[in-house]
């Protein structure tokens, strides 16, 4: 398994940007898809968005298309999530992980997460 470590997260207010970072270890990292997800509280944990192993597809929510932007450094064995334009229903800790498309099946141990607050 791949151990993740997520970061960045913070309070912001609305229409203002964060970027995310998932450091991972291990070699497996650079060739599977990596997706971004998110919970809420009181909410199951859902997908955010994903990026595949070389960078060159990407797949988003409704929710967020438009205004997140997902990218990786596959050198850093790194994950991004560049948040623009955030709206208090943003508001979550976010997670990353490896996953399975088209059905975004993570892979491996959730890591504890990067929280995100909202203000209005």
């Known amino acids: 398994q791949v151990q993740l470590e997520e970061s960045g997260g913070g309070l912001v207010q609305a229409g203002g940007s964060l970027r995310l970072s998932c450091a991972a270890s291990?070699?497996?990292?650079?060739?599977?898809?990596l997706a971004w997800f998110r919970q809420a509280p009181g909410k199951e944990r859902e997908f955010v968005a994903r990026?595949?192993?070389?960078?060159?597809?990407?797949f988003y929510a409704d929710s967020v298309k438009g205004r997140f932007t997902i990218s990786r450094d596959n050198v850093k064995n790194t994950v991004y999530l560049q948040m623009n334009n955030l709206k208090p229903e943003d508001t979550a800790v976010y997670y990353c992980?490896?996953?399975?498309?088209?059905?975004?099946?993570?892979?491996?141990?959730w890591g504890q997460g990067t929280l995100v607050t909202v203000s209005s």
């Open positions: 992980n490896r996953v399975l498309a088209p059905n975004n099946r993570h892979l491996d141990a």
């Open positions: 291990g070699r497996a990292f650079s060739g599977y898809p």
């Open positions: 990026i595949s192993w070389n960078g060159d597809s990407t």
